[in-house]
């Protein structure tokens, strides 16, 4: 059994379509590892912190780890992850992916701002600034604000294409841009 810790803020569905494809992957080229659990780690304010995908492996050995790492990198392993090998009581770490957090401010701005604009139109906004460089791969709803979740290969250039919605969308008023890894 390895454990993949990843520094990403998903969602549990989220987590499962990235656990259906690291296992849809392993099957399809016979390398005898398999999804067998996971879960999400929350914060006191119930936002995500990380998640935890459970993989199974016929052979526990370096070939077999540095192969796990390099799909899950393949896929979504923003940096700051890690991979912890219980039997050998050993911990990796890994990771290439930079990631964004978008926190939409849901009670400071004008009424009619939220009563006239769409988070799902800043969802699918962020999508198409960052084709080609980065994915909204989650969000998150708290009491007085809305994340999503981007990783992509550089938090600067997430950044950049994401200005122009941040300045001219309404809705994105009193918005905060973190780096989350």
Request: proline fraction near 4%; aromatic fraction near 8%.
């Amino acid at each position: 059994m390895i454990i993949a810790s990843l520094n990403a803020k998903l969602q549990p569905l989220d987590r499962g379509e990235l656990e259906d494809a690291f296992d849809d992957l392993m099957q399809r080229k016979s390398f005898g590892m398999r999804v067998v659990g996971g879960g999400t780690l929350q914060e006191e304010s119930g936002e995500i912190a990380h998640c935890d995908i459970e993989i199974e492996v016929d052979e526990l050995n370096d070939e077999t780890v540095q192969l796990a790492i390099r799909a899950l990198e393949s896929m979504l392993a923003p940096k700051g992850s890690r991979l912890h090998i219980p039997d050998q009581d050993r911990t990796l770490d890994f990771g290439k992916h930079e990631g964004l957090a978008l926190y939409i401010n849901g009670t400071d701005l004008p009424s009619d701002v939220y009563a006239n604009s769409d988070i799902n139109f800043v969802f699918q906004e962020c999508d198409r600034l960052l084709k080609g460089v980065a994915f909204v791969n989650s969000h998150w709803e708290g009491p007085s604000e809305t994340a999503l979740y981007m990783y992509g290969k550089d938090f600067q250039d997430m950044h950049r294409r994401l200005q122009p919605l941040l300045e001219s969308y309404p809705l994105c008023q009193k918005s905060r841009l973190v780096q989350i890894a």
